[in-house]
């Protein structure tokens, strides 16, 4: 057994995954909840460490606090007032995710290296100044499709598909079954 | 060179993407239109044939058209009153994404051999009589997101990532681009 090049020493010596966070931009609040919703779920369950909203919508930010009390994890909805600011703390590359932008097997490699990634992603109004403000604008194909979807990809390709494991902290859990649902307590919780 | 094991020969002999279709039950009309119609744009996007959906909704029916008008192809909504009959009329396996059923990643070399797939996925409301009729109850993670986001991972597993050519008979394209956006009209569309 050496040390350097065996099959378990390769495997730690893996670049670690990038930790992921999320800004959300042009929400409408009233219109769009149902929406952010589902890109702030995406995020959470895919493996993004939590996700900006702008501008602020406390609907959306109970909404996935009702999740983390029951299904665990530390994933939340963080108000932006001023987007620009999520933007300029941001410590990697911004990756807009448009439609017009450049394809994300291009830029696939160099995202996979990178520490820390700041997705953004608009809804129907996005800043037309995010295209400047970003590192990076990347489309998954060039039809129109859905923020959701791409959140969804661009985060299977950066952090894997999810597993069947429960997040810390979870009240409940699902077994996965080939029929029906099974979704069980967890014991010892305290959430 | 043999006849058989070169890189181009395994290529060649490398089995054909599966036909995939989208059901989508459960719709509530009037509510429901927007997030039904995101599940058909990325469908679409992503290289599956049609969605069937279950209640009809003419909405989003004419959503669709009017995308495949503009960015071409030969995707659309089929309304379907009954969606046991399409069920029934499949010819290939019938995967169910639910998040309490078997994980994607274990299924996948099975759902890769199919010819023809039909992916069928609910919204808030599911018919409970689907988890028996699919031949395979199939969840993206076990923890609750979204079914627009289920429907991309999927795909991309079965057919890849969408490239960045036109559809067929497109009117327009897009040229992807590392800032702005650019939208050319295509010559000699008829559409």
Redesign the interface.
């Known amino acids: 057994m050496g040390t350097g090049s065996s099959g378990s020493a390769a495997r730690a010596s893996r670049p670690a995954r990038p930790r992921v966070e999320l800004l959300r931009v042009g929400h409408r609040p009233g219109r769009d909840p ?2 952010s919703t ?2 702030a ?2 995020a ?3 493996g993004a460490e939590r996700m900006y909203l702008h501008p602020p919508d406390a609907t959306v930010v109970a909404s996935l606090a009702g ?1 983390r009390e029951r ?1 665990g994890g530390t994933f939340e909805v963080v108000p932006a007032p001023s987007w620009t600011s999520v933007v300029h703390a941001a410590r990697g590359p911004v990756v807009h995710l ?8 291009r830029l696939l490699p160099r995202l996979r290296r990178a520490r820390e990634i700041l997705l953004v992603v608009g809804g129907a109004k996005v800043p037309p100044k995010i ?2 403000e970003a590192t ?2 990347v ?8 923020e ?6 661009v985060l ?2 950066l952090l894997g ?7 810390a902290g979870a009240r409940q ?2 077994v ?8 069980v307590q967890v014991r010892g919780s305290t959430a």
Chains 1, 2 share one sequence.
């Open positions: 149902r929406l589902h890109v779920l995406v959470r369950a895919f999740v299904w448009t439609m017009y932008g450049q394809p994300l097997p295209y400047g990076f604008n489309s998954v194909g060039s039809q129109p499709h859905s959701v979807a791409a959140v969804a990809v299977r390709e598909i999810p597993g069947a494991r429960p997040f859990r699902i996965p079954r080939a029929r029906g649902k099974s979704v």
